[in-house]
T-cell receptor, first 111, second 112 residues
């Protein structure tokens, strides 16, 4: 089982560029999440999707959009990247009120 | 939203010493989860505690949930170099699917 797959693993963007981070899970989980991780800040929730067809804002949604394309896929889009969005981005999924399975992360640098 | 405070931020130990990290909330938690993240890796789910006063063990790791369900701890006995990483506690901010709120983590550094 692949679990949660994120692409790309690394990305460098110029300020103002756009990009989409891809996430797919093969565990038939209903819920999917996007977090960002910054030094000293822990993991902060950007957006989540409790089920196919629904998305909701988390703690730090500004500057991001998401799409729950189907049950498997949940993408995160940066429309106009800013240096403050330099971070490590993790996608996660779970089923019910239990532990998350995380992807391996995307390390994004905005210059 | 739900806030969980985790201490200490960093802990240096000699290999073989014990280690404990603490997680505290100002509100009653429905449950609490613990994760481990190796350097350069992603968080990996360790355990979930649900009941008041619950204690669970995984080999050298002991997890406790306070009687008031406002605090939790993770204790590692006789640390090994494989225990290096950051340990996070996490709790739900809403009705389960709303997303976990993570503590800022405790970085465990082990000196051989």
């Amino acid at each position: 089982n692949a679990g949660v797959t994120q692409t790309p693993k690394f990305q460098v963007l110029k300020t103002g560029q756009s990009m989409t981070l891809q996430c797919a899970q093969d565990m038939n989980h209903n819920s999917m999440y996007w977090y960002r991780q910054d030094p000293g800040m822990g993991l902060r929730l950007i957006y989540y999707s409790a089920s196919e067809g629904t998305t909701d804002k988390g703690e730090v949604p500004n500057g991001y959009n998401v799409s729950r394309l189907n049950k498997r896929e949940f993408s995160l889009r940066l429309e106009s990247a800013a240096p403050s969005q330099t971070s490590v981005y993790f996608c996660a999924s779970n089923s019910g009120n239990y532990g998350y399975t995380f992807g391996s992360g995307t390390r994004l640098t905005v210059v | 939203g739900q806030q969980v405070m985790q201490i200490p931020q960093y802990q240096h130990v000699q290999e073989g010493e014990d280690f404990t990290t603490y997680c505290n909330s100002s509100t009653t938690l429905s449950n609490i989860q613990w994760y481990k993240q190796r350097p350069g890796g992603h968080p990996v789910f360790l355990i979930q505690l649900v009941k008041s006063g619950e204690v669970k063990k995984q080999k050298r790791l002991t997890f406790q949930f306070g009687e008031a369900k406002k605090n939790s701890s993770l204790h590692i006995t006789a640390t090994q170099t494989t225990d290096v990483g950051t340990y996070f506690c996490a709790a739900y901010s809403g009705g389960g699917a709303d997303g976990l709120t993570f503590g800022k983590g405790t970085h465990l550094i082990i000196q051989p």
